[in-house]
């Protein structure tokens, strides 16, 4: 299967390039630009972040 060229206009920057979306949240975290936040996807890696970290700890 080949893949489309023209990507979908609801995909967001996180869908499409993982790093440069986290450089750029962290750049609006950090000059205040709270509005602009993708926060539906902040929230998700956080949460993943954190049962991570739980697991983890928990196998210890």
Do not use: C, H
């Amino acid at each position: 299967m080949v893949k489309p060229i023209i990507q979908s206009a609801t995909q967001t920057l996180y869908d499409q390039d993982y790093y440069l979306w986290l450089r750029t949240t962290i750049n609006q975290l950090r000059t205040g630009q709270f509005s602009i936040v993708d926060l539906d996807n902040l929230l998700e890696e956080l949460e993943t972040i954190g049962k991570r970290e739980k697991r983890t700890i928990e196998s210890l």
